[in-house]
């Protein structure tokens, strides 16, 4: 089974998990297409974890990694689908003001049309 899926825009790509962990497991996989996607294009991510119910300290760090390479190319990374156990370590490691959260794939998309 895949662990994620890609679905290509015009303005942006979003990646959504398909496991129900985002842990080490994924991570290094899914480093390797958020490099992909920065360094090919210059498309805005979403990140789609809604069918996550846990995610991990390597999970955390993917998701700044990806905020990271979306910054470098003057684009923006947004996550969406956080269930309240993400949403409590988003708030406990105090990324909430470094990575944009979104609630819905929609409002993600919003988010990236107005940064544009």
Request: glycine share 4%.
């Amino acid at each position: 089974m895949k662990d994620f899926e890609i679905i290509d825009e015009s303005n942006y790509t979003i990646i959504t998990i398909l496991s129900d962990k985002l842990d080490l497991h994924i991570a290094p996989l899914l480093k390797t297409e958020l490099v992909i996607i920065s360094g090919t294009t210059d498309k805005n991510i979403i990140l789609d974890i809604s069918n996550c119910r846990y995610c991990d300290s390597a999970g955390l760090a993917i998701m700044l990694s990806g905020n990271r390479l979306c910054k470098k190319n003057k684009t923006t990374f947004v996550v969406t689908g956080l269930n309240d156990l993400v949403k409590k370590l988003f708030h406990v490691s105090q990324l909430e003001p470094v990575i944009k959260i979104a609630d819905s794939i929609e409002d993600a998309i919003n988010i990236i049309e107005n940064d544009i």
